[in-house]
């Protein structure tokens, strides 16, 4: 999903949660019947959505792992899967929309790197993963129609013994100034994450669990900070 508090070209992250295409200037298509109609209807809106960087905490916290089959959840037009896939990864990417993973493929195309790489079309809420894979990486999957607790939960089960699970996501408390509506209960903190996947309880390593501020850009160039969820966790072999 989208980091909500930028401006549309500043980073790459999935699928735009509601807020993210409100400051964007984008239309959800919030009447239309499904998923993919609405996420596809914001993608043709503009040529382009995001910027093709990496999102940063997925940056920060995958440089140093082994590359292996990573899924990247809500891969929208590819800027972490491709990034990835540079890293030496094997990567599954899944988004819901075809309009997105079609531009996802494109740039993929223009790297050296698009045969690491394999787009697929998938509803998350009708998704049955698979524990197979060595990362898998959940960036900003916020969404109205994806309540968060399942994502994750379906993430968590989609990580091979010895994986990681990496879960980035917006903090309810810690959004900018200009941030001024969200969906209620869409955002989480480190405490209800950890709750939601029962690391106390789930045969969990937890490597880093915090808050962590980040300077963004908002919607009409000005600067603000935000704080981002972070969750990475190894499931015991």
Known sequence: ??????????????????????????????????????????????????????????????????????????????????????????????????????????????????DRITWQQQDLTEWEPEPVFDLVSAQFLHSPLLPWREFVTSAAAAVAPGGTLLVVGHHPHGLPSWSHHHESGMFFTPEQLAGALRLDREPWFVNVLTDRARTVTGPNGESGTTLDTVLRATKHA
């Open 1 to 114: 999903m989208t980091e909500h508090v930028h401006d549309a070209g500043t980073h790459h992250h999935g699928q735009p949660t509601h807020e993210g295409a409100q400051q964007s200037g984008l239309n959800l298509h919030e009447d239309a019947d499904n998923a993919v109609d609405m996420w596809d209807g914001m993608y043709r809106e503009r040529a382009r959505i995001w910027s093709g960087n990496p999102n940063p905490q997925l940056v920060a916290e995958v440089s140093g792992l082994k590359p292996g089959k990573a899924l990247d959840l809500g891969s929208g037009e590819g800027g972490d899967a491709i990034w990835l896939a540079q890293q030496g990864w094997t990567v599954t990417a899944l988004d819901v929309s075809a309009v997105a993973l079609e531009r996802a493929a494109a740039h993929a195309a223009e790297t050296d790197h698009a």
